[in-house]
C-alpha cells in the first residue's frame, strides 16, 4: 500500500474534503483518509492506494511534486455537464504523438483489451480528464488507439500539456460503449 499526500494548491473543494471523501486523482478515484489539513497555509489530504490500485494505474509512478489532475465525486444533486465518469480506471495507454500547436492534438496507443470501446466521436477519460475522441487509429483493421483535440481551457486547467512521447496514463472508457459490448458478447454467447 501506498500513501499520496496531495498538495491541492487552490483547489475550491481542497479545504472541504472530509475523510470518506472519493477524489479523483489522475482519473482514479481514492478515498480520503482524513479531513484536509492545512499546514503553513499548504493544504494536503492523504489517500491511500492498495497494491491493485498501483498494479493498474500510473499512480505508482507519480513522484514528489508532480503535478495531478483532481476532481471531487458528483452527488445525485450534481449538474452533470458532459461524459460520466466514474474513476474506475480501465487500463493505462501510452502517448504515441503530440502535435503542440493552434490546432492541439495527443494520440494514445491502448491495450489491445480496450480498443473494442473505442469509437468515433465516443469518450474516454485521459488522466481524469473526459475527452472526446477525435480519431480512432487502426492497424490491420483492428482499433489500436485514438487522438483527442485539446482545446486551451484543457491545456490550462490540467496536466495534459506536460504529456510527452512514450508517458503512460490512466484510461476510463466510455460506461456506454462498456455496456453495450458487454450486452453484445453476453447475447452472442446465449446463442
Not at 121 to 143: F, P, R, Y
Request: charged content about 20%.
Amino acid at each position: 500500500m501506498l500513501r499520496l499526500t496531495v498538495d491541492v494548491g487552490d483547489w475550491a473543494h481542497g479545504p472541504s474534503i472530509r475523510a470518506g471523501d472519493s477524489i479523483s486523482i489522475n482519473g482514479c478515484c481514492l478515498t480520503a483518509v482524513a479531513d484536509a489539513g492545512v499546514d503553513g497555509g499548504v493544504c494536503t489530504v492523504g489517500f491511500d492506494a492498495v497494491a491493485e490500485t498501483l498494479a493498474k494505474t500510473t499512480l505508482g509512478a507519480l513522484r514528489v511534486g508532480d503535478p495531478v489532475n483532481l476532481e471531487h465525486a458528483a452527488t445525485a444533486s450534481t449538474f452533470l455537464g458532459g461524459h460520466i465518469v466514474q474513476g474506475h480506471v480501465d487500463g493505462v495507454g501510452r502517448v504515441t504523438r503530440v502535435q503542440a500547436t493552434d490546432d492541439w492534438r495527443v494520440w494514445f496507443e491502448v491495450p489491445a483489451a480496450l480498443a473494442e470501446y473505442l469509437a468515433p466521436k465516443g469518450s474516454v477519460c485521459v488522466d481524469g480528464v473526459s475527452l472526446t475522441i477525435a480519431e480512432v487509429t487502426m492497424a490491420a483493421g483492428q482499433a489500436t488507439g485514438f487522438g483527442v483535440a485539446l482545446i486551451p481551457t484543457t491545456l490550462d486547467r490540467t496536466t495534459l500539456r506536460r504529456l510527452a512521447v512514450g508517458d503512460g496514463v490512466n484510461l476510463e472508457m466510455d460506461i456506454i460503449s462498456k455496456q453495450v459490448v458487454f450486452w453484445l458478447k453476453a447475447r452472442e454467447s446465449r446463442r
